[in-house]
């Protein structure tokens, strides 16, 4: 039989699998406390259920959908960046729906690189950031994120040759893994890198919503010129808790989503009619109760859990901004594969060691705040009540 292709070998699954099986194992003879995918737990509001449920039951509602989504999907979508981020978007080139977020970041790579082009992406970062450069066999170049410059790129580092060579650069703030944020400032640093090297700047915005204590995360369209070198996708996944609908969009310069869009065109049709009318209503829902969004409120409440609990047992954690996830640094002496496997042996607990998301993300793991606070607290008494905080790896 013919071998796949070895672009397959460039994706980063294993230690993802290797968790789950461990996980299945370890479940038969103890309680697991599942904080490894970043899955949300919540339905959408009631309001958006009943507004798909009538959408579906319309004629029509069946048929092929357009790719670029329908008119009244991206007008939507323009009213809402306008309201969200002071942000003006034409709905008839500036926007493009997409299946999820990860639909787009994967077909990006295809139509805007060749193999022996450059991609700059963050690492730690999202898999799929280096995997679909992978598969359009294109190479990254890797941009550490670091703790000591907030988890930011140094743009500066970036050899000349590199940043004259490299064809786009993928930015994703709120960070998954590590929760970061980045400032307008930021952005306009990307701009400025991005327009004196002649780079396209993607930015991942999946997590615009889900934020603590009263921070906005800013849109990198906010930047002044960033229109005119970059995109951002956006996702009804995290915001909404509409993951399985898989909905998204990008939004920005027309004549880099045009590119994207034949690629689209070439391989699937639109979302779902009433999917794309019960996302129109989540925008309008959201302008109309002036930002009320729950989600926020609700993750943080279980990250104040979590941490709180957690540094009771001795486990000391930076309290993220935004995101869904917590970027805890390993106990001293352990490295993140061995304290990740350890840690759902002995507790139950399953998280995803940070060396899954690149060589900088050694020293951490993910904790994906998906549970309830009641669980969370039993997550962390169990992680208490091992002493695994206080113990070096081996002993």
Partial sequence: MPKPSKRLEQLSAAIFSQMA???????????????????????????????????????GAFGYALSQGTASFRAEVAEWYRYRFGVELNPDGEVHSLMGSQDGLAHFALAWTDPGDLVLVPDPGYPIYAGSVHLAGAT????????????????????????????????????????????????????????RHDIIVVHDLAYSEMAFDGYKPPSFLQAAGAKDVGIEFNSFSKSFNMAGCRIAYVVGNEAIIQPLAVVKSNVDYGVFLPVQ??????????????????VGALYQERRDVLLHELEKAGWIIEPPKATMFVWAPVPKGWTSDAFAFALLEET??????GSAFGEQGEGYVRIALVQSPEVLREAAASIAQSGIIQRKQGK
């Fill in 21 to 59: 099986e461990r996980k299945r194992e370890v479940a038969k003879t103890r309680k697991v406390y599942d904080l490894s995918i970043g899955s949300p737990d919540q339905q959408p509001d009631q309001r958006l259920l009943d507004e798909l449920v009538a959408a579906i039951q319309q004629p």
């Fill in 140 to 195: 990254p170049y890797f941009m550490p994120l670091k703790a000591e410059n907030g988890f930011l790129p140094d743009l500066s580092a970036i050899p000349e040759e590199v940043a004259n060579q490299a064809k786009f650069m993928i930015l994703n703030y709120p960070n998954n893994p590590v929760s970061a944020v980045a400032t307008v400032a930021f952005f306009d640093e990307a701009v400025a890198f991005a327009k």
């Fill in 277 to 294: 009318q019960m996302a129109i209503e989540a925008m309008k829902q959201d302008r109309l109760s002036e930002g009320q969004n729950s």
């Fill in 348 to 353: 139950g607990v399953v998280v995803i060691p």
